[in-house]
């Protein structure tokens, strides 16, 4: 099919409303490249003189003028294509703005409490400080800016859908994801880092902690491998938050989710890889099955992240099979 799926589905239902409202006045009201790729389809068969319902339905419709609409327009074009095919429509705009916010801010809180929660054990039991503490006391300052970043992203429209959205949004969105991905990778290796120092802290076994140290120094090479390769996978930088507006817009955005994939792959076998560590390590110590089956539960927790991984690369992968610019990558940034 061509670039835009989705839009296709929605042109569709526009020129139904065409077939009923008057013809020429949208045609007027559309752009030029839009309006070309309407009359050629339907004076066209089998299209010529079908009803709203029928082209609703009409799966070769759409992907007729998903292709004269890759072919002829920009994609500021075909996102107010969109715009006015919603409006015609009557569908109402998605809004998760609310939503998003109210994740973001409950997330950040219960990770906010839980490390509080750590650091005053600590101190009323008179714990040594250790690397496991520095680590998350790092990964929590890094988790600020993290949620500033994304209050701002939702300013400039996530969580709506791109057609709605201003050029000068759209762009503005883009470079704060960009910063944003930076954070996460920066993020990732601190938190898991310090999990596997906890293991060190807890372990006593020669050959466990040699695997762990090994895995640990693994998990730094992929944060710093693809930081760079993150950092630097446009030419120029700028391109990751213009790059939208070229004609080669396509491109720009697989090769950010293509490059996105491996990463996420290699994050959700490491995910899994720390998620068995310590289990093979409980059965060894002296404790009844009830604490030991506690324990297990408590370290599992790590379930929960390894579920979101899963999630994340299933999304990737759907992105990178799709050609669909204006969905798929808005549902991208929007996880």
Known sequence: MGLFKRLVFLAALFCNGVAAQSFASVLTEAPQCAADCLVTLFSEEPFAGKNQSAICQDQQFADEIGNCLTAKCTVRETLDFIKMSSAVCGIKPTDNVLLYRLTTLIMAGLALLFFALRIIATVRLRLTWAMDDTMAVASVVLLIPVVVIMQFMMQNGLGVDLWYLSDHQITEGFRLFFFLEMLYLTARVLVKSTILCFFLRIFS?????????????FNVLIGVTF????????????????????????????????LTLPHAALVLALDIWVLILPITQLWELGLKLRKKIGVMAMLSFGIFLTIVAVIRVDQLILFARSQDLTGTTTKYIQR
Do not use: C, H, Y
Not at 209 to 214: A, D, H, Y
């Open 205 to 217: 076994n020669p050959r466990f902690r040699l695997i762990v140290k090994i895995t640990l120094v």
């Open 227 to 258: 930081f760079i390769l993150v950092f630097f996978q446009t030419t120029p930088i700028s391109l990751f938050w213009i790059g939208w507006q070229t004609k080669d817009a396509e491109k720009v955005m697989l090769g950010i989710i293509r």
